[in-house]
């Protein structure tokens, strides 16, 4: 059974990047399509970003309201991948999620507990 | 972009009874329709994919229905641990996946 834990810092101040690392247990990190979604009152669930792994690589593929600003890597070895957001303004407070699909074209049946960051001077 | 509605926003209704929830998409999403229930403070959790497959582990008393533009998800007798946000989501043309704004669902 695939779980999913998201850490990171809570808090961070406008202008500067967001970090935040998805820690994967109970399945192989090659095996699975990974995202990134984010949720807040006004806005509701907004997909964000996955990555997943082929010929031995990272490939991922972006939100285009959000391409300019966001990375996302995958550290096979720790298994985690992780999520780097530039140039944070408050519109970016929200409940971030790590989630996980099996297949590329299906929906996320795996979910971490979420993290809530706020970007706050 | 494909914009998903869903409605009503919040709807109330008595244990034992039929809930039905509505969500439509802005054009065709042929069967690539997934619902999730939040419960407060936790995670979406996948109910139903392929617009009406229920996921591993989830009841028979939820069950969806519909394809291409109009969808519902129906559930039979409702029990007081179903309140929740429900969410409907479109995977159609990955990796643009959208969410709609949820439905309240109150006893």
């Known amino acids: 059974h695939v779980q999913l834990q998201e850490s990171g810092p809570g808090l961070v101040k406008p202008s500067e990047t967001l970090s935040l690392t998805c820690s994967v247990s109970g399945g192989s990190i090659s095996s699975y399509y990974w995202s990134w979604i984010r949720q807040t009152a006004g806005k509701g669930l907004e997909w964000v970003g996955r990555i997943y792994i082929t010929e031995n690589k990272g490939r991922t593929e972006y939100s285009p309201s959000l391409e300019s600003r966001l990375a996302m890597s995958v550290d ?33 049946d795996y979910w971490g507990q979420g993290i809530q960051v706020t970007v706050s001077s | 972009e494909i914009v998903m509605t869903q ?83 479109q995977y159609y043309n990955w990796p643009s996946v959208i969410f709609g704004q949820g439905t309240k669902l109150e006893i």
């Open chain 2, 7 to 89: 409605s009503p926003a919040t709807l109330s209704v008595s244990p034992g009874e039929r809930a039905t929830l509505s969500c439509r998409a802005s054009q065709s999403v042929s069967s690539n329709l997934a619902w999730y229930q939040q419960k407060p403070g936790q995670a979406p959790r996948l109910l139903i994919y392929g617009a009406s497959t229920r996921a591993t582990g989830i009841p028979a008393r939820f069950s969806g229905s519909g394809s291409g533009t109009e969808f519902t998800l129906t559930i039979s007798s409702l029990q007081s641990e179903d309140v929740a946000v429900y969410h409907c989501q």
């Open chain 1, 76 to 108: 096979t070895s720790e298994s985690q991948f992780s999520l780097s957001l530039r140039s944070v303004t408050a519109a970016d407070t929200a409940v971030y999620y790590c989630a996980g699909s099996w297949s590329a074209y299906y929906p996320f």
